[in-house]
């Protein structure tokens, strides 16, 4: 089975622009998570998407924001970008389900996101 | 709320020392615990996991006891090599947070091995 893909790898952007990242799940799994790694912050949860809902959400303001398509993969947007934006965006995708919890997770390379 | 606590490091070490890596945790559930590693340039890969109190979870040498008495999860391996440095990340997902699977990690332990 293919591992999670992120599109692009790497984006420069500058303040007050506008970004979207896309994520491509492993085959069959349902659940996509999208973190934020920064070195001062470490890694923060930013939102989970099962079934193309969004079912659980981090605290991030609302400039962050995603959505799943029905073949799972998902795109995670941030507009009105700040210096602070800047970080490795990373990706996960699990089987989802009922289960919950214990499911693990599979990450993808990231996408390291510069805000200039 | 949940939260993951461990060491940050840097921690040095030389070849085939014994490793612990602390990692305590603090949740509102019934938490499943996990390590994760990055190396660097690279995205994580799960390392092992326990879904349960007294479940010890194990891979490459690698080991950690989900200890609820402690709401620890320490992660310990006998001999050390080079190829161990990276970043160690110690994470929770909480079943009682309505079934999502996101994940908390802690701040993560930067591991230096030297030759």
């Known amino acids: 089975k293919a591992g999670v893909t992120q599109t692009p790898r790497y984006l420069i952007k500058t303040r007050g622009q506008q970004v979207t990242l896309s994520c491509s799940p492993i085959s069959g799994h349902r659940s996509v998570s999208w973190y934020q790694q920064t070195p001062g912050q470490g890694l923060q949860f930013l939102f989970e998407?099962?079934?193309?809902?969004?079912?659980n959400k981090g605290n991030f303001p609302g400039r962050f924001s995603g959505r799943q398509f029905s073949n799972s993969r998902s795109e995670m947007n941030v507009s009105t970008l700040e210096l602070g934006d800047s970080a490795l965006y990373l990706c996960?995708?699990?089987?989802?389900?009922?289960?919950?919890?214990?499911?693990?997770?599979?990450f993808g390379p990231g996408t390291r996101l510069t805000v200039l | 709320g949940n939260s993951v606590t461990q060491m940050e490091g840097p921690v040095t070490l030389s070849e085939e020392a014994f490793l612990t890596i602390n990692c305590t945790y603090t949740a509102t559930g019934y938490p499943s615990l996990f390590w994760y590693v990055q190396y660097p340039g690279e995205g994580l890969q799960l390392l092992l996991k326990a879904t349960k109190a007294d479940d010890k979870g194990s891979n490459k040498g690698f080991e950690a006891t989900y200890r609820k008495e402690t709401t620890s999860f320490h992660l310990e391996k006998g001999s050390v090599q080079v190829s161990d440095s990276a970043v160690y990340f110690c994470a929770l997902s909480d079943r009682g947070g309505g079934g999502a699977d996101g994940l908390t990690f802690g701040k993560g332990t930067h591991l230096i091995i030297q030759p």
């Open positions: 996960a995708s699990s089987p989802g389900g009922g289960s919950g919890g214990g499911n693990e997770q599979f």
């Open positions: 998407y099962f079934s193309e809902t969004q079912r």
